[in-house]
T-cell receptor
Framework: DTGVSQNPRHKITKRGQNVTFRCDPISEHNRLYWYRQTLGQGPEFLTYFQNEAQLEKSRLLSDRFSAERPKGSFSTLEIQRTEQGDSAMYLC?????????????FGQGTRLTVV | AQKVTQAQTEISVVEKEDVTLDCVYETRDTTYYLFWYKQPPSGELVFLIRRNSFDEQNEISGRYSWNFQKSTSSFNFTITASQVVDSAVYFCALSEHSSASKIIFGSGTRLSIRP
């Protein structure tokens, strides 16, 4: 499978616990994005990487959230001290760096439920 | 400010009817890109189309067609002879040239096709 891969697909955690999600982009794509989607809403931009550099973070990304892309390939998104409001689908996307006219390919997402 | 508005929250039609999903956008950029994505129950975002701001030609792909009108800042999507498999949530989205392909999504329209 050469698409964007996200693991795990589902995660249930207790409030206050830390969780980490992984995203493996399409291999030649140097841009990687994280989005969050809550029920009944469209995906909301969280952050984006160009290779290993994190170039933009949304105000939605509180101090409890951290994302890394250490070698410019896969990325991880960690949420510390989870809250019930963190329950959402977390989507990863990747694209080529060919100006702005590039298509972003999305993974199937990780659905987080905080109980 | 960049914004995408999909005023129709839910639409339900009988199979074989034509249906149009509305999308209105706001942007200050003169160069931007508009998208439609489909999100079936499985959750993955499926890319349907991308148009750039300099190309106002309407596009047809099988039963799908798109009407881009800069004068009204609209990018509407029509499905002709709808089928049950078209049932999904459809998102209109905007990417500005100045924002490194960050995609801003509308809130989506849930389309239900009844047999």
């Amino acid at each position: 499978d050469t698409g964007v891969s996200q693991n795990p697909r589902h995660k249930i955690t207790k409030r206050g616990q830390n969780v980490t999600f992984r995203c493996d982009p399409i291999s030649e794509h140097n841009r990687l994005y994280w989005y969050r989607q809550t029920l009944g809403q469209g995906p909301e931009f969280l952050t984006y990487f160009q290779n290993e550099a994190q170039l933009e973070k949304s105000r939605l990304l509180s101090d409890r959230f951290s994302a890394e892309r250490p070698k410019g390939s896969f990325s991880t998104l960690e949420i510390q001290r989870t809250e019930q409001g963190d329950s959402a689908m977390y989507l990863c996307a990747s694209s080529l760096d060919e100006g702005s006219n590039t298509e972003a390919f999305f993974g199937q997402g990780t659905r987080l439920t905080v109980v | 400010a960049q914004k995408v508005t999909q005023a129709q929250t839910e639409i339900s039609v009988v199979e074989k009817e034509d249906v149009t999903l509305d999308c209105v956008y706001e942007t200050r950029d003169t160069t931007y890109y508009l998208f439609w994505y489909k999100q079936p129950p499985s959750g993955e975002l499926v890319f349907l189309i991308r148009r750039n701001s300099f190309d106002e030609q309407n596009e047809i792909s099988g039963r799908y067609s798109w009407n881009f009108q800069k004068s009204t800042s609209s990018f509407n999507f029509t499905i002709t002879a709808s089928q049950v498999v078209d049932s999904a949530v459809y998102f209109c989205a905007l990417s500005e040239h100045s924002s490194a392909s960050k995609i801003i999504f509308g809130s989506g329209t849930r389309l239900s096709i009844r047999p």
